[in-house]
């Protein structure tokens, strides 16, 4: 069964303004990665947060992880219209299951 | 230098024909995947493969094999196509399976 739901499934914004993602799963986790995908290309992994990490910062991108209610979210702060895109949150959950991804989020960034 | 390389981007063919996919990565990992992104952009994991073993999604016909020559190359082979396999197939690759993955650029397979 499917592990991540990302939501929402799309969001339009303006330059300037911040972008929040959120993912939520199902079963117990090892980590939650955030990829993106601009069209037409491969995803590229953006951050990676462990189960016991609270919160993590990477340049204007930042992801909190609340595993009592299996939950992500990921803020993209001062967007620019670079930052459209789709956004996928996956689960990874042992060293020898792969990662889940979820359906994503569109992301459009309006100059 | 391009970490996850796939041949070919794109990829138009007939029904019935059998293809080939290349994936090459020269990031030393040991782990190496297949998924498929359909029309929806969801992506499904077909096959991940670690060390000569392999674990294969259940739901992917058996029409698709994976084969690692080695360690670097995971190749896709896909016998009989069908129009449903219409999709954009990526490979990818990571250190270990719950690590961060890489990704090539995806190859555009159109079954007509």
């Known amino acids: 069964s499917q592990q991540g739901e990302e939501d929402p499934q799309a969001l339009s914004i303006q330059e300037g303004e911040n972008a929040t993602m959120n993912c939520s799963y199902k079963?117990?986790?090892?980590?939650l990665q955030w990829y993106r995908q601009n069209s037409g290309r491969g995803l590229v992994h953006l951050i990676l947060?462990?189960?016991?990490?609270r919160e993590k910062h990477s340049g204007r991108l930042r992801v909190t992880l609340d595993t009592s209610k299996k939950s992500s979210s990921l803020l993209i702060t001062a967007s620019r219209a670079a930052d459209t895109a789709s956004y996928f949150c996956?689960?990874?959950?042992?060293?020898?299951?792969?990662?889940?991804f979820g359906k994503g989020t569109r992301l459009s960034v309006i100059a | 230098d391009t970490a996850v390389s796939q041949t070919p981007k794109y990829l138009v063919t007939q029904m019935g024909n059998d293809k080939s996919i290349k994936c090459e990565q020269n990031?030393?990992?040991?782990?190496m995947y297949w998924y498929k992104q359909d029309s929806k952009k969801f992506l499904k994991i077909m096959f991940s493969?670690?060390?000569?073993?392999?674990?294969i999604n259940e739901t992917v016909p058996n029409r698709f094999s994976p084969k690692s020559p080695d360690k670097a190359h995971l190749n896709l082979h896909i016998n009989s196509l069908e129009l449903g396999d219409s999709a954009v197939y990526f490979c990818?690759?990571?250190?270990?399976?719950?690590?961060?993955?890489?990704f090539g650029p995806g190859t555009r397979l159109t079954v007509t």
């Open positions: 079963t117990s986790i090892n980590n």
């Open positions: 990031l030393g990992h040991d782990t």
């Open positions: 990818a690759s990571s250190q270990d399976a719950a690590f961060e993955q890489y």
């Open positions: 947060i462990r189960s016991n990490e």
């Open positions: 996956a689960t990874g959950i042992s060293g020898n299951t792969p990662l889940v």
């Open positions: 493969y670690n060390n000569k073993e392999l674990i």
